[in-house]
């Protein structure tokens, strides 16, 4: 792994191609203090369990086939409650197995820009290996979802972590991640690496819910290869402010009849500033991509609402569809939709449409009994609340139940 170390070196200072930039210096990289490791979720701290739950993570573990978490740099719980499913830290399954590599920055570059060199550097040279391995068994089909957590409970820290997840050939997995911050932090830096990799015939549904606090910057890098038939579903749900996200997860559809679907919901408060995308490259002989946003600003937020998709070879469809809603004159929603095409005889389509509640509909609910700000409360909900599909009906309704959880208030 020493090319990945020297290339990351090289890429320590290289700025993000979009979003806003970070002071690297301002977080701390050295480790503190472990924290201890739990025998059950039910020995973390009650208020702790209480913001894991509100990203979707159940402390009780009911209806799930594995839980994980880490907490800022250590992993404080791992849990595998399925024979079908692998589920341990990094550091324990590069120690397991030496194949492990052949999957470690193949999708997501160390030099992709200086969030990756961060996390590739603590990994290879500082030994800081966070993060988690999942995979599944050859034909496994595994109805209840894993559970991950990434949250961070001290003041000021650089949270990195290296997520690897494969799904062999014709399993089906589903995880539920949730990112968090404990209540006394105010100030730190996430950077999360993950790759995916979909086997022949595999499918994935990958659903993340972050609840971040107000001061904290967030870089997730993520990459995904799709093979021959295999399926990959990517629900993002983010609805409390932040200082900053800058996401951007590329799907490789690489593989004959190859799909993915990118579903998002962003609502913006205060002074977040919100730069989420989707990218897609279809390759493969009948690939297929969509990808779906739902955006809503307020006070002074901004949001850039980006999707990507690229066909290269004949017969590939693919469709971007980008709505939103300005709730605040200080608000601001910027939408990116790009269609690139390089062969042809391909179906490639975008809608984007931006604009203000219908005051015809305020009237509408108001004339009813609502009050004003009710009703506008009701209308973003509903504008926000999308169906979710490809799921199993439980889990679809565990991520109905999450999406509602995280519009309280709203």
């Avoid at 701390?28 to 701290?45: N, R």
């Avoid at 030099?111 to 996390?119: G, I, L, M, V």
């Avoid at 004959?256 to 500033?273: A, C």
């Avoid at 490809?390 to 991520?399: D, F, I, R, S």
Wanted: overall charge negative; some cysteine; charged content about 25%.
């Amino acid at each position: 792994m020493r090319d990945v170390l020297q290339r990351a070196e090289k890429a320590k200072n290289k700025k993000a191609a979009t979003g806003s930039d970070i002071d690297l210096d301002e977080f701390i990289k050295e480790d503190k203090e472990e924290h201890e490791i739990v025998d059950s979720i039910q020995d973390i701290p009650k208020n702790v369990k209480e913001t894991l739950l509100k990203v979707g993570v159940d402390a009780s573990e009911n209806e799930r086939s594995g839980s994980f978490i880490q907490m800022d740099q250590s992993t404080i719980y791992s849990s595998p409650m399925s024979e079908s499913i692998e589920l341990m830290n990094l550091e324990m399954a590069l120690d397991k197995y030496n194949w492990l590599d052949q999957y470690m920055w193949k999708i997501v570059s160390p030099d992709s820009d200086k969030y990756t060199a961060q996390a590739a550097i603590r990994e290879q040279e500082e030994g800081t290996k966070s993060g988690y391995l999942i995979r599944s068994a050859p034909g496994s089909k595994e109805v209840f979802p894993l559970q991950a957590c990434m949250f961070i409970g001290d003041e000021a820290v650089m949270q990195t972590a290296h997520n690897i997840i494969i799904a062999e050939e014709n399993s089906e997995i589903h995880l539920i991640t949730g990112c968090a911050t404990g209540e006394d932090v105010s100030s730190a830096l996430h950077v999360g690496v993950t790759e995916f990799y979909l086997k022949p015939g595999a499918k994935i549904t990958f659903t993340m819910v972050h609840n971040w606090a107000e001061q904290v910057e967030v870089r997730p890098r993520t990459g995904i290869r799709i093979d021959d038939n295999a399926t990959f579903i990517n629900n993002y749900i983010l609805t409390s402010p932040l200082k900053s996200i800058q996401s951007y997860p590329t799907a490789y559809c690489h593989g004959k009849n190859s799909k993915s679907l990118f579903q998002s919901i962003q609502s913006g408060h205060k002074d977040s500033i919100i730069d989420v995308g989707s990218r897609v490259y279809l390759s493969g002989e009948g690939s297929r991509a969509e990808v779906i946003s739902r955006a809503v600003s307020h006070d002074e937020s901004k949001i850039y609402s980006r999707g990507h998709l690229a066909g290269t070879v004949p017969g590939v469809k693919g469709h971007l569809e980008c709505h939103g809603l300005v709730l605040s004159d200080d608000s601001m929603i910027y939408a990116v939709p790009e269609l690139e095409a390089s062969a042809n005889n391909l179906e490639m389509s975008h809608e984007a449409a931006v604009g203000k509640i219908d005051e015809e509909e305020i009237y509408y609910l108001t004339a009813r009994g609502l009050t004003e700000e009710e009703a506008t409360s009701m209308i973003v909900r509903g504008f926000l609340s999308m169906d979710i599909t490809g799921l199993p009906p439980e889990l679809a309704n565990e991520t109905k139940k999450m999406i509602d959880m995280s519009l309280e208030g709203i």
